[in-house]
C-alpha cells in the first residue's frame, strides 16, 4: 500500500558577509514536489548565470516529462532515478553550451542537489558540494557524498574528517553541472516517514554549522530554521552565500 504524504516546505538564500552576489540559486516548486539547491561558481556572473540556469532548465525538463513521475509504481523506480539524472545533465549542456556563446563564462559550472517526492518516496540526483540530509527520529543523516577533492581523501583514508574541516583546499570540487556537456550524477532513494524533515543546503551552511547543530535548530524551530540557520551560518562569518530549503513530512495511510 501507498501511503498519502503531505509536504510543508520553506527556503531562503542570502548573499552572506563576504560575497558581492549571491551565486547560490534555490527552487521549492509544491505541485511538482520538485526541490533544488544550486551553488554555481566560475567569475563575478558566471555563478549566478550557472546556478540559476540549472534550477530552470531542471525544472523545465520535469514539467516536460510529467508522465514518467504520474501514476502508482514499485518504488524505488528507476525510472524516476534516471529521468532526474537526465533533467541534471539537460542543464549541464544547457550551460555548457551558454559559455560556447559567451567566451567570458568559460568555465562556468553549478553544484545540484536535485529532490523530488513521489508518491511516499524520495528521489535525490545530485552533482557537487550542497548536501541532503534526513532527519528522522532525533537522528540526522547526510544522503549525498561530497564531490570535493577533500571528501574524496577522506573516503579514501587519506585524510581525517577534522583535518578535511581545515583544509586549505576543502572548497575544490570535482565534480559540476555545465563544465562540460554530461557529468556522473548521483542518485539515491528513500521511503519518507511520518516526522521526517528533509533539509538541502549549499556548502556557506553546512560549512559554519556542524551537522548536530543543523538537527537541534530543526528540531526546535521547525520550518523558521530557515531563517535562524542563515542567521548562524552569517555569524560565524558568512564567507560564503548561504542557501537553505526544509521540507516537513506528514504520512498518513490511505
Known amino acids: 500500500m501507498v501511503n498519502k504524504v503531505q509536504l510543508e516546505s520553506s527556503g531562503a538564500t542570502d548573499v552572506g558577509q563576504m560575497r558581492s552576489t549571491n551565486q547560490d540559486a534555490f527552487l521549492i516548486d509544491e505541485p511538482q514536489s520538485l526541490y533544488i539547491v544550486a551553488d554555481g561558481m566560475g567569475g563575478h556572473a558566471g555563478g549566478e548565470i550557472a546556478s540559476k540556469l540549472c534550477v530552470d532548465e531542471i525544472a523545465q525538463y520535469a514539467r516536460d516529462n510529467q508522465a514518467v513521475f504520474a501514476g502508482e509504481r514499485k518504488h524505488p523506480d528507476p525510472k524516476v532515478a534516471g529521468t532526474l539524472v537526465e533533467a541534471v ?45 534526513l532527519l528522522r527520529c532525533g537522528y540526522i543523516y547526510q544522503l549525498t557524498n561530497d564531490h570535493s577533492l577533500v571528501s574524496e581523501q577522506v573516503r579514501a583514508g587519506l585524510l581525517t574528517k577534522e583535518e578535511a574541516e581545515l583544509h586549505h583546499l576543502r572548497n575544490v570540487i570535482t565534480r559540476s553541472v555545465g ?20 533539509l538541502i543546503c549549499s556548502d556557506g551552511l553546512h560549512g559554519k554549522v556542524t551537522d548536530q547543530e543543523l538537527s537541534l535548530m530543526i528540531e526546535k524551530h521547525g520550518l523558521k530554521a530557515v531563517e535562524e540557520l542563515i542567521k548562524l551560518a552569517n555569524d560565524r562569518g558568512g564567507d560564503d552565500n548561504i542557501t537553505t530549503v526544509i521540507l516537513k513530512v506528514k504520512v498518513s495511510a490511505k
Open 89 to 133: 545533465n539537460y542543464a549541464s549542456t544547457k550551460i555548457y553550451e551558454r559559455a560556447l556563446e559567451e567566451p567570458s563564462l568559460k568555465g562556468m559550472g553549478t553544484t545540484a542537489t536535485v529532490l523530488m517526492v513521489v508518491e511516499d518516496y524520495a528521489y535525490c540526483a545530485h552533482v557537487g558540494d550542497s548536501r541532503l540530509y
Open 179 to 198: 563544465y562540460q556537456e554530461e557529468e556522473d550524477v548521483d542518485t539515491t532513494s528513500l521511503r519518507l516517514e511520518d516526522g521526517d524533515c528533509l
